[in-house]
């Protein structure tokens, strides 16, 4: 599953891949995504937590970078990633290189607690 919300007032995107995402959810969540970009102002902050993606179907990666042109063209600043075991990441640092132009700050963390610090919430 793919869950996509934002808070306005924190000007945060929040993306959470939840479990085996195939991609019809993808599919689902940029309708999710196109909405909630609309209420953020550029500068806004995203997290994307992936410590609990299972797995993801390989022909998802394009919907990835779909989803990370949507996000770079509304203006992000900063990216943060829950990623808690390295070798389960997706390719995140090579798909930033080709799909934020404005190229936000990034930082990648093992757990929500340190993302919730790197956010400053």
Excluded: W
Aim: charged letters at 25%.
């Amino acid at each position: 599953m793919v869950l996509v919300t934002s808070n306005k007032s924190k000007q945060l995107l929040y993306i959470n891949y939840l479990g085996q995402v195939r991609l019809g959810e993808f599919q689902r969540g940029q309708k999710d995504l196109a909405a909630q970009l609309g209420e953020l102002s550029p500068g806004f902050r995203l997290l994307a937590d992936f410590s609990r993606l299972e797995s993801m179907d390989l022909n998802c990666a394009p919907e990835v970078g779909r989803m990370m042109d949507l996000i770079g063209k509304a203006g992000v600043g900063r990216v943060i990633r829950v990623i808690p075991d390295s070798d389960k990441d997706i390719g995140m640092n090579i798909l930033t290189v080709f799909h934020y132009r404005h190229r936000p700050q990034v930082i990648t963390c093992k757990n929500p607690v340190e993302a919730a610090k790197a956010l400053e919430l």
